[in-house]
């Protein structure tokens, strides 16, 4: 089967991006709002509040695609237009 929205940790994702991030203040508000209950909703709060959205959306699209490539990878899938 292919992969699913479960095995696509999209919380990792965001805790990848928010650790990633060099302005060591935006980091750790990032990384904070993403402990506990409602998440992702502070996350995409905080998001649009530093005005990085484009690049938590590039950042996202980007690990999704390397989650797909070693999927297809792992089932002896060629890939065309990588």
Not at 19 to 26: M, R
């Given at each position: 089967p292919l992969p699913t929205k479960f095995d696509i940790h999209e919380y990792d994702i965001m805790e990848k991006l928010c650790?990633?991030?060099?302005?060591?203040?935006?980091s750790n508000t990032m990384y904070s709002?993403?402990?506990?209950?409602g998440?992702?909703?502070?996350?995409k709060n905080n998001i649009h509040r530093y005005n990085i959205q484009d690049d938590w959306y590039e950042y996202r699209d980007a690990a999704i695609k390397e989650i797909a490539i070693e999927w297809c990878k792992d089932n002896n899938i060629e890939l065309r237009n990588e």
């Open positions: 650790l990633s991030i060099k302005d060591k203040e935006v709002s993403i402990k506990g209950s998440a992702f909703r502070r996350f």
